[in-house]
Structures are given as structure tokens and as C-alpha cells.
């Protein structure tokens, strides 16, 4: 971004000099290589919630994905409940799993699974009879094709890391582990399966509830959550207006854009970017959008740990 941009939005943008997260740093909870991740934030996320002057009731996140910041949230209990929602039946498949009685079958199904070319196809290629079968193929597809991609048209690993081709991104000892440390936290979690706009429509009126949103990249301009999402269409002018309608706070995180920039802008919300490097390791920038009230949280808690 150049000087002339940042001074076009300087009325609501608060900027600060930021290393780029090591990800390698952050404790790895969930079970997916998930496009668009949010390991890089958590520490972002940790700031807003625990500047708080009291723990929220609830986190809610819309559009739960890979769940990381659900599942840091939980883990490290900065909000006494998560609620996590995800339209996308394959995803919605492996948190049932995981949060219920059958989460010890799908770790001793990926510890005892062989993987080889063969066996992924013959096993992808099957008609899943229970939502956990359905849970392993997720995440058999998921740790084996490019980039983690779920949506339609992704293709198996082919070279992968270091030339292990389908191999390069599948550990079995360390998805069992976190899928049954995920289990201990169930009675903290609460997973829907449904569409993320419309709770968060329901819940406007919740004062005491934090929501963390994180849509898919489809605003004007950026076309990568069509690529990488099954269920990517979304209205982002009614997000932003629900948004504003939402009695509890809430931290927007979008890819940085004018069109992005300029909606945020119009609904009198901040905005602050964020480097972070990509999964082809291009530094960039991300947004984070917040409410006035939110962001003073935030920066007094920024402030405080840079002291």
C-alpha cells in the first residue's frame, strides 16, 4: 500500500507497526489445512478479547472454516462459550464428528488408515453411509489436495513438500491428537451447522456476545473465495449493516481493497491493517475492521503489552 492510499482513509484508520505472525509460534488446534486460515491473527484476537473490561458471554463466528479462532477462544478461555457456524456440509461434517461421541472412531480411523494414490481415490470415491464416514473423506480430501481445497475442481497433491507428493501434508499421529483434544473442550463449543447471517441476524440483540467474521473473499474486486469456497456468495453491504445494527462488538477481518474500505467507512467503522504472509509466502495485508468503542479496547491492551 503507498502513501497516497493510507492518507485517502487516515479519518478511520489506526496504523501500527507490526511484525508478521511466525504461525509456527501459534498452538495448532484444528484438524484442517484451511485456505484463507487465521493462525496469523491469533494473537490479534487475543489482544481484543482479553482488553475487554469483561470476559464476553459468547464468541460467535459465522463462518467458522478451520475454526482456529474458535478453537484458540476455547482453549485458552477468552470468552466463557464459542459458538461456531459453518454452511458447507463437508466442514459441518467433521465438527459433528469431532464434538460427539464419534470423535475417538475418526482418530483411530486416520491412525489406521494406508495411505496410498489408490487408497485415497477408491476411498473418496465412496458413498458415505454416517456423518463420520463423511468427517474422515473431508479430511482425507482435505490433507490431500492442493492447498487444502475443498471446493469443486481442486486436484490431489502431486510433488506436495519436498517432493512426498500426497503424503506431505498427512500426520496421522498429530490429527488424532488434535482431534481428541478438541474433544475435552466440547462443553465449551457449540457447533451449528446452518447459515452464519442468519444467527447473526437472531442474535443482535445479545450485548455480551463478541463475533469474530470472517467471510469469504468475494467483495467487488476479489474473486479468490469462489476458487476456494463450495458456499462463497454472500451480501457484504448486509453484512456490514448488520454489523451496525449488532449490540454486541465484533472484529471484521477482509481482504484489503478500496471497495472493502470504502463500506467500512460508510458504516462509520474503523479500519487497521495487519502484514501477514500468504500460503505462497507473499507478505500482505489484511483488514481488520472494528466499532470506535472496540478499537480503544484494543489499543489500550496494545499499549498496556508494549509497555
Known sequence: MNRKQISKFEATQLHHNRCIVNVASIPQLSPFRYPGGKTWLVPEIRKWLSGKKTRPS???????????????????????????????PDVAAVWHTIFSDNSEWLAETILGFKLTVENVQATLALKTKSVQEHAFQTILRNRTNHGGILAPGSGVLKHGENGKGISSRWYPNTLAKRIRELFSLRDRITFIEGDGVIYLEKTLCCRDVAYFIDPPYTAPGKRAGRRL???SEIDH??????????????????????????????????????????THHKEMLELLIFRDFSRQEYLAKSEHQAA
Open 229 to 231: 469456497y463450495r458456499y
Open 237 to 278: 453491504d448486509n453484512l456490514f449493516s448488520l454489523c451496525r445494527r449488532a449490540t454486541g462488538d465484533f472484529m471484521m477481518t477482509y481482504d484489503d481493497s478500496e471497495s472493502v474500505r470504502h463500506m467500512a467507512t460508510q458504516h462509520g467503522f474503523l479500519v487497521d491493517s495487519v502484514p501477514m504472509k500468504n
Open 58 to 88: 459468547e464468541l460467535i463466528e459465522p463462518f467458522a472454516g478451520g475454526g482456529i479462532i474458535s478453537l484458540t477462544v476455547a482453549n485458552e478461555r477468552l470468552a466463557d462459550h464459542v459458538t461456531m457456524i459453518e454452511l458447507d
